[in-house]
């Protein structure tokens, strides 16, 4: 039993944790033919079902699981887990109907389901069966909201409600203007954008992969792996001090992460170049600022004319340029949080004499 915890406190370091999401997103998309069978989703579900089960007898996970506020969070686990292993499965066997020459399953659907009653009196017993599941939920669940902020006594973690775990998480690695307003207002923008900038007519009204590969792992990965696991991150391998601790770990107040962050500039000046911080900012932060413009402005037109090529062509330059840039500011979150755990980067360009940090 030791030996298991053990391996799993071990994987649930965040560097190894996020390496893993992204490998097991990258073997789903990979290997979807083997995926989208029965026996693998019913057996994944059955293996998470087995993993909480066992780690309710230990007393730390235990603590951590049934805490009120945590619960949806063990069930939003096995709904992302389920939804995306049938959203994979009914696109790999529209997948190979296509490829048949039968044409998707809904488009050979000729029954219909009329407003009313069919609709209705469905949203209805859906109503009722929802209203009867929250009631009996916030009697056996006690989650009551907590006295008005005191700061006197604050609580250790401090952690925002759970749909603003992934923002919070985000605050560890940038700024608050860029993590708690640019960040979150370029994802809305982009999720308003996104019929805008698509033009593939292909995948409409029906599950599919094979017709939107590109369009399908850029979501997955923005929201399963950039916001479902930081939800998850945050909530269970989040501890005191805002320090990570495995799901068996006990949480030490007291526990002590030794970690010297270093902003760019202090790379090149003083550890590359071995001079001193220039007193001017401008001069001090210019590889910072140079890295941040070509990285936004210059990347997107190298990549249009390589990797992205063909999107820059299908799409036209508006179009691409528009993607291109809300693609590189997504990446930003998890090059800087490699970034921060592999190098201990803190800022690439520290501008504190206005406030201003990238």
Not at 125 to 140: E, G, K, N, P, R
Not at 267 to 291: A, S
Request: hydrophobic content about 55%; proline content about 6%.
């Amino acid at each position: 039993m030791g030996f298991i915890k053990g391996i799993v406190n071990a994987v649930a370091d965040p560097r190894l944790f996020f390496v893993l999401a992204v490998a097991a997103l990258v073997l789903v998309l990979w290997k979807r033919e083997a995926i989208a069978s029965n026996a693998v989703g019913y057996g994944l579900l059955a293996f998470l079902g087995v993993f909480f089960l066992f780690g309710t007898f230990d007393p730390n996970f235990r603590l951590i699981v049934t805490k009120p506020d945590n619960v949806p969070i063990v069930g939003l686990i096995f709904l992302l887990v389920f939804f995306v292993w049938f959203s994979i499965r009914e696109g790999v066997l529209n997948d190979r109907r296509i490829a048949a020459g039968q044409g998707p399953i809904e488009k050979a659907e000729s029954d219909r389901v009329w407003v009313w009653p069919d609709l209705v009196y469905t949203e209805l017993i859906s109503l009722i069966a929802c209203s009867v599941i929250l009631i009996v939920w916030s009697i056996f669940l006690k989650a009551p909201l907590e006295q008005p902020a005191n700061p006197a006594n604050t609580p250790n973690p401090s952690k925002a409600p759970w749909y603003f775990l992934g923002l919070q998480e985000m605050l560890v690695y940038f700024d608050p203007w860029l993590a708690g307003v640019v960040l979150p207002s370029l994802i809305i923008v982009g999720l308003i954008c996104i019929p805008y900038i698509d033009k593939n007519p292909k995948g409409n009204g029906y599950y599919t992969f094979s017709e939107r590969k590109a369009e399908i792992a850029i979501f997955l990965f923005g929201f399963a792996v950039l916001w479902a696991s930081l939800i998850v991150l945050g909530t269970f391998l989040r501890g005191p001090n805002w320090n990570f601790f495995g799901p068996f770990e006990y949480w030490d107040i007291h526990k002590l992460a030794a970690l010297t962050n270093v902003n760019l500039s202090e790379y090149v000046w003083v550890r590359l170049f071995r001079t001193g911080l220039p007193q001017l900012w401008f001069v001090r932060e210019i590889f910072g600022i140079l890295l941040v413009l070509f990285y936004v402005f210059a990347l997107p037109v190298i990549l249009a004319k390589g990797v992205f090529k063909t999107y820059y062509e299908k799409l036209g330059a508006p179009r691409y340029y528009v993607g291109a840039f809300l693609f590189v500011m997504m990446m930003s979150l998890p090059i800087k949080m490699l970034a921060r755990w592999l190098f201990n980067l803190k800022y690439i360009v520290a501008i504190g004499e206005y406030f201003f940090n990238i």
